[in-house]
Structures are given as structure tokens and as C-alpha cells.
């Protein structure tokens, strides 16, 4: 089994379960007008992994040109919604990353 997201993004990203029924709402559509993507993950996947998987780009560099300071600031936030638990995935509300958490 898998947990399977949602992004949808506008000036924030949004992570949905995926088929939310909220995605289909006209005002979701409209507040995601940079797009809506799906995505897999395996299950026991945390927030956190979510997370890093989403700005490991952004991470990596930041970590790279600015090596005294947190690269976390460099990363997009996430909303996760409370349909996000009905799908699988697990809380954790931690956003720190170093060079080791790197996959």
C-alpha cells in the first residue's frame, strides 16, 4: 500500500489526500493556479519525508552557498490538511535538515 498526495499549488502549497473531494471545489482550483500534481510515497512515509522530498533541491543548494546558515529557510512550507492523516501519512512536524539527511 502506498500514500498517495496531492499538491496544489498557488501561493502556498496545499497537500492533499489524494481525490480529495476539496480538490474538486472551485475555489481549491482556483488557489492552486501554479498547479496540482500526485504523488506516491511508501507507507509509514512522515510529513518530514514529504517535505524533504519536495525542496531536497532547494536544501542542497542553500546548504552549498550558505553553509552558515539553515538551509530550511531555503525550502517551500507545506500545508498539510487533516485529510493527509486519512491517507497514511504520519505526523511530524519537524523541518530542520543537514547535509546527512541527503538521499
Known sequence: MTVSLTFAQGNDIKVHAAGCADLSKAPTKRAAYNGVHT????????????????NEDFLVEAADMYPDEDPANAAWPLIFLPCCAKAGLVANSDRTWSKEDEV
Open 39 to 54: 504523488q506516491k510515497f511508501p507507507d509509514g512515509t512522515s510529513e518530514r519525508d514529504v517535505w524533504i522530498d519536495f
